[in-house]
């Protein structure tokens, strides 16, 4: 099993470009989550599925959004980058039977310029 | 709001010596407490976790110490290593909330050799 994997790993955008980071699983966990790390301020969740077709806000929504087409996959997008969005990414996602486990992606690390 | 608070935010160790992080929380609902330990450039990863029932839960030099009434918790890591410099965050989840996590800002452990 691969575990949580996201692709890219990198990217640099200027102000005002679009991009979709993509977050898949093959664990077969219905939940997923994508947080943002910035120094000093550990994770913080920006939207969460509970389950194919489903998507939620977390604690910083705004200038993102999300889609959960399929159960093993989570798309973040940027729709209009701002240089407060530079940061690194993270994808998580949890599923029996390890019920409070959240598993982590490598991460994205995203620039903006 | 920040509702899980960690400290300090760095830590030096000596090989061999302890290291103590502490998290203070508010929310009285949180019935799940994991610490998650990242490597750079790594995605975090669950390191030991505890539940509110039980004061201290030890996994190898690992020790989760938790007071209830005080609200707070903290990582003991005995005969600290090298190998254990890494950034540490402790995390807070309550079960009615699609497993979302609450992180502290997260402590950078560095132990010399």
């Known amino acids: 099993n691969a575990g949580v994997t996201q692709t890219p790993k990198f990217r640099v955008l200027k102000t005002g470009q679009s991009m979709t980071l993509l977050c898949a699983q093959d664990?077969?966990?219905?939940?997923m989550y994508w947080y943002r790390q910035d120094p000093g301020m550990g994770l913080r969740l920006i939207h969460y599925s509970v389950g194919e077709g489903t998507t939620a806000k977390g604690e910083v929504p705004d200038g993102y959004n999300v889609s959960r087409l399929k159960k093993q996959n989570f798309l973040l997008g940027l729709e209009s980058a701002a240089p407060s969005q530079t940061s690194v990414y993270f994808c998580?996602?949890?599923?029996?039977?390890?019920?409070?486990?959240?598993?982590f992606g490598p991460g994205t690390r995203l620039t903006v310029l | 709001q920040q509702q899980v608070k960690q400290s300090p935010q760095s830590l030096i160790v000596q090989k061999g010596g302890i290291s103590i992080i502490n998290c203070a929380y508010e929310?009285?609902?949180?019935?799940?407490f994991p610490w998650y330990q990242q490597f750079p450039g790594k995605g975090p990863a669950l390191l030991i976790a505890i539940r509110p029932d039980v004061s201290e839960k030890k996994e190898g030099r690992f020790t989760i110490s938790f007071n209830k009434s005080a609200k707070q918790f903290s990582l003991h890591i005995m005969d600290s290593q090298p190998g254990d410099s890494a950034t540490y965050f402790c995390?807070?989840?309550?079960?009615?909330?699609?497993?979302?996590?609450?992180f502290g800002s997260g402590t950078q452990l560095t132990v010399l050799p």
């Open positions: 929310n009285t609902a949180f019935d799940y």
């Open positions: 664990m077969n966990h219905e939940y």
């Open positions: 995390a807070a989840t309550s079960g009615g909330s699609a497993r979302q996590l609450t």
């Open positions: 998580a996602s949890i599923g029996p039977p390890r019920v409070n486990e959240q598993f």
